[in-house]
């Protein structure tokens, strides 16, 4: 590495000092950089002073302190830079422990805001369990209960999967991939509700990584990682014999990661975060007189009327 | 040994008085101790091979330092100050590397 740098094996004549006082005009500045790194002064000067140095003995000794003075400068130029890398090195801690403090109070802040969503939304669904019928609010439980946006429990299964305890390479992490497979191999042996590190999952679930971590609906979970299914009986061998649940084995084997499966009973999985409204439209006023007459009209095309059984 | 003694009591002072660095010239801070270095070690080497003059050293170590700071001075006003003291460092770094390989050769005849 230090070859180029290295002017002795150029082959100038370096070992005798006596000739060095003899400049060459390098073609280029950076060859000449490399080949003499001596600033040419110091030997146009060796080569002014071989012939008279007597006559000049006053301003000898001037020169001998300034150049004392300069190297004091140097120390005291060296120690400045010192202090200034001392003082400045808590600056940068702090505020990168300042950071780390407001990722903290944010994520604190998200999970009150969180938790205020459930409990607003139970309220809701009480309020809504009262105002409907029997029928209808069963049938609005098991829409919600298959949509994954309200809370579930039963039997299923849970899966472990987890790092290579010395995960340094990509290959022995487990990769959202994985996670998105294991979910769909577990879909698609029955299961009715799944999910991953307690974030429920829904039909439109994201499940993907960004930056070394793995975003489940675009909140991040960490290893290791546990995805839990409610289904019928027969899912965790279905499960078992998928071909993902084969493709992870042989991952095991290669790079150390763990998976292991196991049936589990009373699991409960927390509902999915409310999905964003993005259409909507009133509902027909039960008013006998309007209805009447909008049935009797013929359809005027303006608005597509909800139908009968898309209700709920 | 006396220049050495001088550059050891500049570090002690340095240190004990701590001078205050006017903040407009601190960015300069770490390009002038590169500078400063440069002349330093080509000092040094001018030393063993013999011909070292005082005012060289002192000139040099001036225009060093004055020339690597206004460099990038005029870097920065020109939006391109990262780029010209990565320029600078490295020329410099290559002088001190090619002057110490050669005080290396001087100390030990390697």
């Known amino acids: ?42 030997a146009d000067a060796a080569a002014g002073r071989s012939g008279d140095h007597e006559a000049r003995t006053w301003r000898w000794g001037t020169l001998r302190t300034l150049t004392l003075v300069t190297l004091v400068v140097t120390g005291m130029l060296f120690a400045m830079a010192y202090r200034k890398t001392v003082a400045e090195e808590p600056d940068r801690s702090q505020a990168r422990a300042g950071l780390i403090a407001q ?24 309020a809504r ?62 299961a009715e509700a799944i ?28 290893g290791p990682y546990e995805v839990t299914a409610i289904g019928p009986r027969q899912m965790e061998r279905e499960f078992s014999a998928s071909e993902t649940a084969g493709v992870m084995r042989r991952v095991v084997q290669v790079y150390g990661i763990s998976f292991e499966i196991a049936d589990a009973d009373d699991l409960t999985l927390p509902a999915a975060a409310e999905p964003q409204l993005r259409y909507a439209e009133p509902l027909v006023t039960p008013d006998p007189t309007e209805s009447g007459a909008a049935n009797g009209s013929p359809p005027t095309g303006a608005s597509p009327r909800p139908s009968s059984s898309g209700g709920g | 040994m006396i220049p050495v003694l001088a550059l050891v009591a500049g570090i ?14 601190l960015p300069y801070l770490p390009i002038a101790v590169v500078a400063a270095l440069d002349a330093v070690f080509g000092g040094i080497r001018a030393k063993l091979d013999g011909i ?43 002088r001190i590397f090619g002057n110490v390989a050669a005080i290396r050769r001087h100390l030990f005849r390697a």
């Open chain 1, 1 to 42: 590495m230090s070859r180029p740098v290295d002017p002795g094996s150029a082959g100038d004549p370096e070992g005798t000092p006596a000739s060095k006082p003899e400049r060459h005009y390098a073609p280029d500045f950076l060859t000449q950089l490399f080949q003499d790194p001596l600033d040419p002064g110091y």
């Open chain 1, 103 to 126: 990722i903290h109070e944010r994520e604190k802040d998200a999970d009150d805001l969180a938790r205020r969503t459930e409990q607003l939304r139970r309220e809701v669904s009480a």
């Open chain 1, 129 to 190: 369990s009262a105002a409907l019928t029997d029928t209808e609010a069963i049938r609005l439980r098991e829409l919600e209960a298959v949509t994954g946006f309200g809370r579930v429990s039963g039997d299923g299964v849970v899966v472990r999967v987890a790092d290579a305890p010395d995960a340094e390479s990509a290959n022995s992490r487990v990769l959202d991939i994985d996670l998105q497979k294991i979910a769909n191999a577990l879909w698609s042996a029955g």
């Open chain 1, 195 to 222: 999910a991953i590190n307690g974030q429920r999952l829904t039909s439109t679930s994201t499940i993907r990584s960004a930056g070394g971590t793995i975003l489940v609906d675009f909140r991040p979970v960490t």
């Open chain 2, 12 to 25: 002690v002072l340095g240190l004990y008085l701590d001078p205050a660095v006017p903040a407009p010239l």
């Open chain 2, 52 to 94: 070292f003059d005082d005012k060289q050293f002192v000139i040099s170590f001036i225009s060093n330092v004055l020339v690597a700071g206004l460099i990038v001075y005029l870097g920065d006003q020109l939006g391109v100050g990262g780029q010209l003291s990565t320029g600078v460092v490295v020329v410099l770094g290559v």
